[in-house]
């Protein structure tokens, strides 16, 4: 199977630090992987396309200077919540596409409580 | 992007067959179906796709009608571990788009 991971699972922090999310796809190559983010009782909400060694792609209205990306190999993809604030806490998501499948797959997800 | 529809929730009971059901009236011709399942407090989990033809796999089958117009996820006996939101999202896989949009989905419980 394709099997990717997040870590960590869960994190409270702070107002006003910031948290690094870590995406991994453990037994395959991805060039593109994606973030999601869902509130409770809500769909999942697709915030950037992470491009292996090239700048991310926002989805409108997601602010790319608060929510860092950063896709450094072919099985790693970081999610950094900058100056987190309250209205930040939320289940954060991530996928990794498998090209010769076509298809995401999705990590467990990071629970991000905010203080 | 093409929109689906899918009821808001369905319930079955275990080990009984479970339908699925999804419209999709605006499909195109290159749109692929893709179907994913969430658990509660866990990602998506992949359950199957295809494009015009029906598909069976370990999990589930996707029975996709003649115009497309609609597709439906057959779980073939249904457990406890079945009950999740379940997900059908039109994927155009041309120009390298490899994003899902995901809908409300449908809120599968499995009643003993």
């Known amino acids: 199977g394709a099997v990717v991971s997040q870590h960590p699972s869960w994190v409270i922090c702070k107002s006003g630090t910031s948290v690094k999310i870590e995406c991994r796809s453990l037994?395959?190559?991805?060039?593109?992987m994606f973030w999601y983010r869902q509130f409770p009782k809500q769909s999942l909400m697709l915030m950037a396309t992470s491009n292996e060694g090239s700048k991310a792609t926002y989805e409108q209205g997601v602010e790319k200077d608060k929510f860092l990306i950063n896709h450094a190999s072919l099985t790693l993809s970081t999610l950094t919540v900058t100056s987190a604030h309250p209205e930040d806490s939320s289940f954060y998501i991530c996928?990794?596409?498998?090209?010769?499948?076509?298809?995401?797959?999705f990590g467990p997800g990071t629970r991000l409580t905010v203080l | 992007d093409a929109k689906t529809t899918q009821p808001n929730s369905m319930e079955s009971n275990e080990e009984e067959p479970v339908h699925l059901p999804c419209n999709h009236s605006?499909?195109?011709?290159?749109?692929?179906i893709h179907w994913y399942r969430q658990l509660p407090s866990q990602g998506p989990e992949y359950v199957i796709h295809g494009l015009t033809s029906n598909v069976n796999n370990r999990m589930a089958s996707l029975a996709i009608a003649e115009d497309r117009k609609s597709s439906t996820l057959i779980l073939h006996r249904a457990t406890l571990r079945d009950a999740a939101v379940y997900y059908c999202i039109l994927r155009d896989p041309r120009g390298s788009n490899y994003k899902l949009t995901f809908g409300k989905g449908t809120l599968l419980t499995v009643n003993p």
């Open positions: 605006t499909i195109s011709g290159t749109d692929y």
């Open positions: 037994d395959f190559q991805a060039t593109t």
């Open positions: 996928s990794a596409f498998r090209q010769d499948t076509d298809t995401q797959y």
